[in-house]
């Protein structure tokens, strides 16, 4: 009989044998099942898989250090007479883009006739850094506009920035704007003070300075651990979970591991970009204050007067929506529009029912906007200017 | 044997004595929890063999239990004649080793009394009993072996002595904090588990078959799990111990790196901060050419 002062440690160690017991039991619950299961298993996992990203042809049309500009060419002719730049963020890579055939935005916007420029910010190493968003957004950023311009022979192009690149862009664009005819920010982060979202509760704990003495740049791999413990029991268990249960299944297994070679594709950041980043904006927020300085300029969102398309994710775990939606409301635009999808943070460009919304978005208010010879061809633009907030209208679970 | 006598045969006193007490009452009590502890493993009823295996474990455990008790009770004897090994030891190293015997004692007595309390209820769990054993050895680490590191260092490699005893102090405390960051991640698993418990019992009280459809198991559990997380993640006791993992993390890496550079000065290989002064000095320079250059442009068109 058991004595019950005593401790059983089967029922101590028991949230550790939860998963593995339940998955088991169901596994052993059929032995003809269980055979055919592994068998497959073993076929899908000892085939050859077609796991490469970011396959869409591209040109490296100019380098500066460690940084890229990658050219992609449009597969019909150019329909915009104003190139498109996008701006990743720092965190991750721009490979995201393009992930895979068929579920690609790279694809959907040169299939649309977009000439389309994206920033490689490379991985970078113990020399950069001292580098500052001074010197990404004044410096690399500006440079690269600065020869984009220079190639087109025009004084101003379409700019898309994506999550911390879409900060990066912000800056440059209430800095720059004569340089910008159409800006669109996707899952950008402007409002830092929310509690909506655990990285702006997290960051307030953490002391950057520290930081950045010990480390020096920050590796990819505690930013990866710090976004995997946003949510451990879905990022850390139940998707591996779901992995085993569909790993008889040759097309889950080859995005999965696609989704997996993106995700913890981690350049590290350059330590005085993390620094300024993370005291500036999530510890001071100075950005939608008005309050931000940089390389001596004041960024003043009232210099943003071009037209703006702001599109957030509803369902997003990293950059909740309170931290994208003030933005318009400080800028000076007339012509702006707010729009929040229904997905989450990365769902707004992979997810496959948002990529028929969001690719085919921007290129309808760009073709309005661009001013370009085959405008007459497409829907007519908007009559007046107007500021618009779009919400999402069903409720879906975000990714 | 009389007291007298005794105390002469272990000059460390009743300082050891009771600390061999406590040990051999530690592992006694270890070995009466063992068949609920460990045989709780897999409670198959009816299979003979994992019953055999579980006996084989557990007469290895009585073996090395009398072992102990007996290396314990030859250290207890009074020695005569020419050797007296343990009664010979200089006085001047017992009496340095006694704060590490009152701490082990100290950590031990804890450890007994976290015991009596998961026994009466007020703990539960694997996480609240791991968090338990750790704050017990931290505070005795801090009050008695912490001490012996900070003890100031003296002549010509006193710096150099001080970096050594600095990084595995900051060490110690960083896996201290790792650890309890680790055990606070512990909690929505074990509340999960427990939910699920409370779950198949209602079914079962229902009269229905548990565990009849463990895919609705495992979401429910998920599910709980995630929930849990959600507030924990917010929670100030969270913010905190993430905090203070950092920072012991940061303290030890300037603590290694500096004891690093010591050992890298003697070696042909440049530390970081030899690096990072050329860096900077790269850094500083790329940026004037690339100003000059912008200028040199401007005034080209």
Known sequence: MKDEKQVNLSEMMGPFKMAGDLIFSRLVGDTAKLYNYLRDAREVLLSPMKTDIATTPYEVVYEEDRVKLKYYKPDTETRLKHPFLIVYAQVNRETMLDLQPGRSVVETFLRAGLDLYMIDWGYPTRKDRYLTLDDHINGYMDNIVDFILEKHNISSLHLMGICQGGTFCVIYTALHPEKIKNFITTVTPTNFDTDAGLLNIWARAINPDELVESYGNIPGDIMNLGFLLLNPARLMIDKYVGFLENVNNFDFVENFVRMEKWIFDSPDLPAETFREFITYFFRKNLLIKNELEIGGKKVDLKKITMPVLNIYAKYDHLVPTTACDQFTDKIGSKDKEDLCLDTGHIGIYVSSKTHKEFGPKIIRWLLERDGAVEQAQQKPAAKKPVARKIQAKAKAPGK | ?301
């Open chain 2, 1 to 301: 044997m009389n007291k007298e006598e005794k105390e002469k045969s272990m000059p460390q006193g009743p300082l050891l004595e009771s600390w061999i007490k406590a040990s051999t009452d530690f592992w006694k009590s270890a070995e009466s929890m063992w068949p609920a502890t460990f045989g709780g493993i897999s409670p198959v009823p009816g299979e003979t063999g994992k019953e055999e295996g579980d006996k084989s474990a557990e007469d290895s455990w009585k073996m090395f239990s009398e072992i102990w008790q007996a290396l314990f009770n030859l250290i207890n004897k009074p020695v005569t004649g020419e050797f007296h090994p343990v009664s010979s030891l200089p006085e001047w190293i017992l009496k340095a080793s006694q704060p590490l015997w009152s701490g082990y004692l100290l950590f031990q007595k804890q450890l007994m009394g976290g015991e009596e309390k998961v026994s009466a209820g007020e703990l539960e769990g694997f996480a609240n009993l791991a968090q338990k054993m750790t704050k017990a050895w931290l505070e005795m680490y801090e009050n008695e072996f912490g001490k012996i590191l900070n003890m100031p260092q003296l002549g010509l490699t006193r710096a150099y002595q001080e970096r050594v005893n600095q990084t595995i102090e900051k060490f110690i405390q960083f896996r201290g904090g790792l650890t309890e960051f680790m055990q606070i991640l512990l909690i929505p698993m074990e509340k999960a588990y427990n939910a699920v418990q409370e779950e198949i019992k209602n079914v079962e009280k229902q009269g229905e078959e548990a565990l009849k459809d463990s895919k609705a198991y495992y979401q429910f559990w998920i599910k709980k799990m995630e929930e849990s997380y959600m507030v924990l993640l917010r929670s100030p006791e969270y913010i905190e111990t993430l905090g203070n993992t950092m920072k012991a993390l940061h303290d030890f890496r300037i603590a290694k790196s500096q004891l690093f550079m010591d050992i890298l000065q003697d070696l042909p290989i440049p530390t970081h901060r030899d690096m990072d002064e050329l860096y900077k000095d790269l850094y500083l320079l790329k940026k004037r050419v690339k100003e000059l250059e912008k200028k040199v442009k401007s005034y080209e068109r």
